[in-house]
């Protein structure tokens, strides 16, 4: 057969190469269906800040490639510190058909453990295993992993850390929702010489702050507490109280004395690596429960000088962060 005979097909086969070269493109660039992720936290959606646990999840998709409204969708819900409105929220976002949910604090991880549908849980906790979140840190073992922020360990500093900036420190109210945080307070009070003072009800904190007669107030790093520190500090501030929370995004920056905590932006981030992994195929049974690492001592020299409290020089060696 002859070059002129076989010009013909060849000319044809180039021209269809040709034409799915043009098409294929097309296809690729079709974005495939987005991952839907739902988001249900019991703090204030006013609340978000540039430090805090959100901004460093959506850094942390962006950092694995998904895009926002494109790869990936945020069914976000917010309780604003209602507690009794989360069921309602959890079985909204679940009713969405999400991919994996997120939520934080723990509890919720538990209220959506036993909803319908059942998905993947990625939750923020101070203690997976001791809340019974998880069997175990390295293998979870059903339907919730996420990101350990240590807690626990890290509250007793808020005593030792006042007791430093304060020595003659002798009377703390403490509002904290964390049983086990509150057991480990309770044996670092000892060490301490110090008596805590720790309200039932922390609606009614304030009149019990001043029936105890407290010379200090320690606040809890739950999110839900967001929506009523600025009361609760503002209170403490009018009767010339030292605070310190575990609220490390938002408390110093409103006028809170210290704060020390995990670095919530950090885990954030590390809230996004374990939600890739699942919607890569992974399932949360398997996903050993990541750590927090970095913790973050701030402290607001503004207020130390309205209460008249002189900072100790090792004290503000030691802060990673320092406002003027």
């Not at 460093?56 to 950092?63: P, T, Y």
């Not at 920056?253 to 885990?267: A, D």
């Amino acid at each position: 057969m002859t070059n002129d005979q076989m010009g013909s097909p060849w000319r044809l086969v180039v021209l269809l190469l040709a034409m799915i070269g043009v098409i294929a493109p097309a296809y690729g660039d079709e974005p495939s269906k987005p991952a839907r992720i739902g988001y249900v936290t019991s703090g204030p959606r006013q609340g978000l800040t540039k430090q805090g646990v959100h901004a460093g999840f959506l850094a942390g998709m962006a950092r694995r490639g998904y895009v926002l409204g494109r790869t990936f969708l945020l069914e976000e819900r917010f309780a604003e510190g209602h507690a009794e409105r989360v069921p309602e929220l959890v079985h909204e976002v679940l009713s969405l058909n999400v991919d994996v949910l997120v939520t934080l604090p723990p509890y919720i991880a538990l209220i959506a453990q036993q909803s319908i549908p059942k998905v993947p849980i990625v939750t923020l906790s101070g203690d997976p295993v001791g809340t019974g979140l998880v069997k175990s840190l390295s293998h979870p073992g059903g339907d919730i992993t996420g990101v350990s922020i240590q807690a626990v360990e890290y509250g007793v500093k808020w005593l030792e850390l006042l007791k430093e900036a304060v020595p003659t420190l002798h009377k703390v109210a403490v509002v904290i929702n964390d049983a086990r945080q509150i057991d480990e307070l309770r044996k670092a009070a000892l060490t301490l010489g110090l008596e805590l003072k720790m309200p039932s009800d922390i609606e009614e904190s304030m009149s019990a702050i001043t029936a105890t007669a407290s010379q200090a107030l320690v606040f809890g790093d739950d999110s839900a507490f967001e929506v009523i520190s600025p009361k609760l500090l503002q209170f403490a501030q009018e009767r010339h109280l030292p605070t310190i929370s575990g609220l490390g995004d938002t408390f110093v920056y409103i006028g809170g004395l210290m704060s020390y905590s995990c670095n919530f932006y950090e885990v954030g981030r590390r809230v996004a690596d374990q939600v890739d992994r699942i919607l890569k195929g992974s399932h949360p049974s398997d996903l050993p429960i990541d750590q927090a690492t970095e913790f973050l001592l701030k402290l607001n020299l503004r207020t130390a000088k309205e209460l008249g409290v002189t900072m100790p020089t090792a004290l503000l060696a030691r802060a990673d962060e320092v406002i003027e």
